[in-house]
């Protein structure tokens, strides 16, 4: 059964004595460093183990692959198997695409894993990091939403990153003005959809105008 982050938290065992006091100083010593830093401290953790990925076959990766979304469908992609998982989106961009994420996309997508925004310079990639965030979302299993400005980058992106999602082991989908019924269901049901926030705001209302009083809150 998936379950969502809140959920996750809340069935996590509250820790004790030591345990609960060493937590407690790494919160705050995280905190203490500025946004942007820890994050790119994160970034060069993951480009280290990448580097162990780079000598492997391409079957030991998918394997590698496949067990860090099990890890993930379970809900328990965090601290160091999230940077290993990380790595391995990073090292499959290179085979698929010949894209090595830099470090500072690595760091935003890092930072976005966490729920933060991450603000991007024009050039820095912003396409590659979402893509890479989408993996490991995907992996989850409840899909992921990709937005974009408008349709045009929607299916650009898509299409573009096709490669690194099949060989992630994900399908994708995008929604443009022409799709319409089930082909606009069906791409709601990819692993990772690329859309619009008007459309993602326009279909969801519509489904709750449709499920009259089956709707949810």
């Known amino acids: 059964m998936n379950l969502s982050y809140v959920e996750r938290l809340q ?7 030591f345990d609960a006091f060493a937590n407690k100083v790494r919160g705050y010593v995280d905190n203490l460093l500025p946004r942007r830093q820890y994050y790119l401290q994160k970034a060069t953790k993951v480009l280290k183990i990448s580097n162990q990925f780079s ?5 030991t990766l998918n394997s590698e692959i496949n067990k860090y979304r099990a ?8 601290g160091k198997e999230l940077l290993t998982a990380t790595a391995i989106v990073c090292e499959a961009s290179l085979r ?3 894209m090595k994420p830099y470090k500072v ?3 935003a997508a890092l930072s976005l894993q966490d729920g933060c925004i991450a603000e991007m310079a024009t050039g820095e990639g ?3 990091t979402a893509a890479i965030a989408a993996v490991l979302t995907g992996w989850i299993g409840r899909g992921c939403h990709v937005m974009t400005s408008n349709h045009y980058l929607a299916g650009r992106d898509a299409k573009e990153f096709t490669p690194l999602f099949t060989y992630c082991n994900l399908s994708v ?5 022409e799709t319409e019924g089930d082909s606009r269901r069906q791409a709601y049901r990819a692993d990772i959809t690329y859309c ?3 459309d993602v705001a326009a279909d969801f209302l519509r489904d709750q105008i449709s499920m009259g009083s089956k709707q949810t809150s």
């Open 55 to 59: 000598e492997s076959s391409d079957d």
């Open 71 to 78: 890890i993930a469908a379970r809900g328990q992609l965090s």
């Open 126 to 128: 912003k396409s590659l």
């Open 105 to 107: 996309q690595i760091a």
């Open 96 to 98: 698929s695409m010949k």
């Open 196 to 198: 619009t926030n008007k």
């Open 11 to 17: 069935q996590r065992p509250l820790l004790k004595g």
């Open 173 to 177: 989908d995008a929604i443009s003005e």
